[in-house]
């Protein structure tokens, strides 16, 4: 007995000076705070293989340690991370015989997924502000951040008669997340043999209040008419409703609204009407790029205090890109408006309005 304990004492001296100095417990800190307790088993330039009690085997690499004496040079960190390494590295952890040792798993990369994300937030910051902000007129705030669209047409003819007309339009769209604004402006001029034929002009503002993740909006509405050849020459007219966007889509956007309004008409006789509202506003574009738009608007207005009665006005319109340079564009269409009811003491008083235009338009 004596003689085998020396024995003994020599080969444990030579078992615990031979293992790797990595089976003593360690707790490893990883750079995003998390800390693994285990036996090193192995370690060298690049990694350190960890073998955990619940996770097993595991192999950190030194990018991750929290310890900054761990971090390898460039040459070995670039040779890890280059794409031979990596299928290496998959092709390693893949492979399974029967009756063998499961391989150890490997940790994810954190400092480079991090570093990913950082790059994708500076990326994302970079092209906000690459993107060029609509300014408003004159380079000021004044409508800034809103698309603006002016056009002009014009045409006559002479011979037995001499006659002139022009017109000219004006639109202004904004939306966010929270609101959604219109506003619209046309006049339409016509002289017939050096006489004043036709002489009328809108002006309507829309705002749209909408609705977190809806498709529902709340909506106000102004209006003011001018007609030289009416009775009423000056109209206003307020309302408000709610609406529903029923098709948003890249090409095609279709919403409706209903509610209800008052008008105030001055001229040869001055009138305050109660009424409702119903509208819709169609757009289509072709191919989805919105060079070319295709709309169709209608409103009617139902008068409440004179059952019976109403009045409507639509516009349809087709808007072709040009092409020659950014945002020259050449418009076509028509407005109609009609009136159930109408001063037939005024000369020349018809139920109905029925306007063809052409014009040519910028974007600015």
């Known amino acids: 007995m004596k003689k085998r304990l020396p024995r003994l004492l020599a080969i444990a001296a030579v078992i615990f000076f031979c293992l790797p100095a990595a089976i003593r417990a360690e707790v490893v800190t990883l750079v995003n705070g998390d800390r693994l307790s285990g036996q090193i088993i192995s370690e060298n330039s690049r990694e350190i293989t960890l073998k955990h009690k619940v996770l097993g085997v595991l192999k950190i690499p030194r990018t991750q340690l929290m310890s900054e004496e761990n971090k390898p040079d460039k040459t070995e960190e670039l040779a890890a991370e280059s794409p031979e390494a990596e299928v290496q590295n998959e092709k390693t952890s893949g492979s399974e015989t029967a009756g063998e040792e499961m391989p150890p798993a490997t940790v994810p990369m954190i400092t480079k997924s991090a570093s990913t994300k950082t790059v994708a937030k500076k990326a994302a910051a970079t092209k906000n502000k690459m993107t060029p902000k609509l300014l408003g007129l004159f380079n000021s705030s ?63 503002i829309i705002r749209d209040w909408l609705l977190p993740d809806s498709p529902w909006f709340y909506y106000g509405y102004f209006l003011y008419e001018h007609d030289y050849f009416k009775s009423w020459k000056n109209r206003y007219s307020v309302s408000g409703g709610t609406g529903y966007d029923f098709i948003s889509q890249k090409d095609m956007e279709l919403s409706g609204r209903i509610g209800l309004g008052m008008s105030r008409s001055f001229g ?32 009617g207005y139902p008068i409440l205090n004179d059952l019976g009665e109403y009045r409507t006005w639509c516009q349809g319109k087709w808007k072709i890109d040009l092409g020659l340079f950014k945002g020259l564009s050449f418009e076509t269409g028509f407005e109609h408006d009609y009136e159930s009811q109408s001063e037939l003491s005024v000369d020349d008083e018809a139920y109905y309005d029925l306007i063809y235009f052409g014009r040519l338009g910028i974007d600015f």
């Open 142 to 204: 004044l409508v800034g951040g809103w698309k603006r669209h002016f056009a002009f047409g014009f045409g006559g003819e002479s011979g037995d008669d001499v006659s002139s007309e022009w017109n000219t339009a004006f639109e202004g769209a904004y939306k966010d997340k929270s609101d959604r604004i219109s506003l619209a402006a046309s006049y339409f001029y016509e002289t017939e043999d050096h006489k004043k034929d036709t002489s009328k002009g809108r002006f309507n």
């Open 268 to 299: 040869s006789e001055n009138r305050f009407e109660t009424e409702g509202q119903i509208g819709m506003e169609w757009s289509w574009y072709p191919g989805g790029n919105k060079k070319h738009q295709v709309s169709f608007s209608f409103i």
